[in-house]
């Protein structure tokens, strides 16, 4: 008769319960998380000595960079031509509600694009139309 040797077998540990475990802190980590909103496109905004505004939730941000790049909420447009302006407004925009309008121009950025981009927001029928400042010192 031929006997199993116990004595080569090390001990069995039960991994589910520790699986569970480290599942568990997965998920709270998970939820208890913030995530702070960080644009990718460093702008260098004019000085105003405005109030500051709160900023609304359904909102467009329109991004100009010092060397004409236009972004349109932190998604690049191919070019800064006005039918490119349009189009990508144009697929943001569902039905004929308006959401309000910010523009956010590097203070080194050329004067045309913000022109262009007022023109297309005119053109469209935009009225609630910002333009973001830093506050003066």
């Known amino acids: ?3 199993s040797n116990e004595s080569k077998k090390g001990p069995k540990l039960n991994m589910t ?3 569970d475990v480290v599942f568990l802190l997965l998920i709270f980590f998970m939820v208890t998380t ?3 909103k960080q644009a990718k496109l ?3 905004l004019p000085e105003a000595t ?3 505004q709160n900023q ?3 909102q467009i941000v329109i991004s100009i960079s010092e060397k004409g790049s236009i972004y349109l909420n932190n998604n690049e447009l191919l070019n800064s031509q006005y039918a490119s302006i349009a189009s990508g407004l144009s697929r943001m925009v569902k039905g004929e509600q308006k959401p309000p309008i910010v523009i956010r121009a590097d203070a080194d950025a050329a004067h045309k694009h913000v022109v262009t981009v007022m023109n297309v927001l005119a053109d469209m029928g935009f009225t609630s139309v910002s333009i ?3 506050p003066s010192k």
């Open 1 to 3: 008769m031929k006997f």
């Open 17 to 19: 319960s520790l699986i």
């Open 34 to 36: 913030t995530f702070e």
């Open 42 to 44: 460093k702008i260098q």
């Open 50 to 52: 405005e109030k500051i």
């Open 56 to 58: 609304a939730q359904s």
């Open 132 to 134: 973001a400042t830093t």
